[in-house]
């Protein structure tokens, strides 16, 4: 079956630590992004990338990072430098198709701190 | 910067009626997209909308843009508990990238 698997479901971090989320697709997408998710917020975007090797931040890089050695996989690293990492992060992806750009997204990491 | 503004924020209906969500943007909307998300799942696309006046439907689910492409509204005829969740509008952030914006999102609840 086609689609975007993130894991792990859930993810705690101890204070310091660097923790990976993985984003893998197979619908042979271009575009890859991270959005984090907060109550009453909406979805904000972290990193995005339209090409392999390439990626730009969004509105809330600070405290992230990301790498796109492979078209199937958009890892995000929530660094020691993100002092509030307790949220709901989202992965998606799409083709690169300007004004209809339809995302898929995954079912979701839950991270919480200890 | 554009902002997507939905209301209600939330909402609670008995089974059976009918409801509408809107979805109101700061700027021309030239793609906006409906998703539904039941909590702590991600989201699920239902539909998408371009040009001023189209409305599509799905099942009981009714997505309109309006002409003059800043509001769009879902309705849902005849609701069931498969309906409840969190109903999020997106709009293409416009420029060469394929970034989307994102309303704050409305939570449907369904009574039996």
């Known amino acids: 079956d086609g689609g975007i698997t993130q894991s792990p479901k859930y993810l705690f971090r101890k204070e310091g630590q660097n923790v990976t989320l993985s984003c893998e697709q197979n619908?042979?997408?271009?575009?890859m992004y991270w959005y984090r998710q907060d109550p009453g917020q909406g979805l904000r975007l972290i990193y995005y990338?339209?090409?392999?090797?390439?990626?730009q931040k969004g509105d809330i890089a600070e405290g992230y990072s990301v790498s796109r050695e492979k078209k199937e996989s958009f890892p995000l690293t929530v660094t020691s430098a993100q002092k509030n990492p307790t949220a709901f992060y989202l992965c998606?992806?799409?083709?690169?198709?300007?004004?209809?750009?339809?995302?898929?997204f995954g079912a979701g990491t839950r991270l919480s701190v200890l | 910067s554009q902002e997507l503004e939905q209301s209600p924020q939330s909402l609670i209906v008995q089974e059976g009626k009918n409801l509408t969500i809107n979805c109101t943007s700061s700027?021309?909307?030239?793609?906006l997209y409906w998703y539904k998300q039941k909590y702590g799942e991600g989201l699920i696309f239902l539909m998408m909308?371009?040009?001023?006046?189209e409305e599509k439907s799905h099942e009981k689910i009714t997505a309109k843009l309006d002409e003059k492409k800043q509001q769009s509204s879902l309705h849902i005829t005849a609701s069931q508990p498969s309906h409840a969740g969190i109903y999020l509008c997106?709009?293409?952030?416009?420029?060469?990238?394929?970034?989307?914006?994102f309303g704050t999102g409305t939570l449907l609840a369904v009574q039996p």
């Open positions: 700027k021309t909307l030239y793609g």
């Open positions: 997106g709009a293409d952030s416009g420029g060469a990238t394929n970034k989307l914006i």
């Open positions: 998606a992806s799409s083709f690169m198709a300007l004004a209809k750009n339809i995302q898929y």
């Open positions: 909308l371009q040009k001023g006046g």
């Open positions: 990338s339209q090409i392999v090797n390439d990626f």
């Open positions: 619908l042979n997408h271009d575009a």
